[in-house]
């Protein structure tokens, strides 16, 4: 499963990436808003930063929701570097948005995607990622990760090659879910992925051996 960050800061993009086990960002125009990036061209430096930064697929997310104006957007985030994938919105417009990029080489991932039905239209359009929200289903009272595992299911069963990118993730336990279920993709702020690291046991140990260490100096 790989591994993706979601975010627009820099300074975590680079820790994620040092740690050894980063496979790409996700980011969006809201939270290039929280670094205080705003404006066409600071967006446009930013996307490039982030692919100088990070060797992996980085999900630049378009704003317009009518077909026209989705592609034109797209060929402008996917000319920044060769490594963009174009996030497109989970609508009419977007699904045809996607099938024109896919036929035209440009990768895609549909974003806000809450039912198995879109994730099948998106599959059929040429998606090469779809981001079931996890973390909003549960908050409307839905089990996002039985989402995952559906989707996870009719793509295998259908030979469909879209992969399963598990989005709004919340919590270390999230991914470890997300994993057990199949997912192909996880993208996660940077605390629930360095939640995989603690253990409490881990720490008792770690104090104990530091401990038996001193008993040798």
Known sequence: MKFFIDTANLAQIKEA???GILDGVTTNPSLMAKEGIKGNDAVIQHYKTICEMVDGDISAEVVSTKFEDIIEEGKKLAAIHKNIVVKVPMIKDGIKAIKWFTDNGIATNCT?????GQAILA???????ISPFIGRIDDSGWDGMQLIGQIVNIYDIQGYETQVLA???RNANHIIQAAEL???VITSPLEPILGL???PLTDIGLAKFLEDAKKFQ
């Open 182 to 184: 199949g997912a192909h």
């Open 112 to 116: 806000l995607c809450f039912s198995a």
């Open 123 to 129: 599959a059929k359009a040429g998606a090469k990622y």
């Open 197 to 199: 690291l603690k253990h």
């Open 17 to 19: 990436n040092d740690l």
């Open 167 to 169: 989005a709004s993730i």
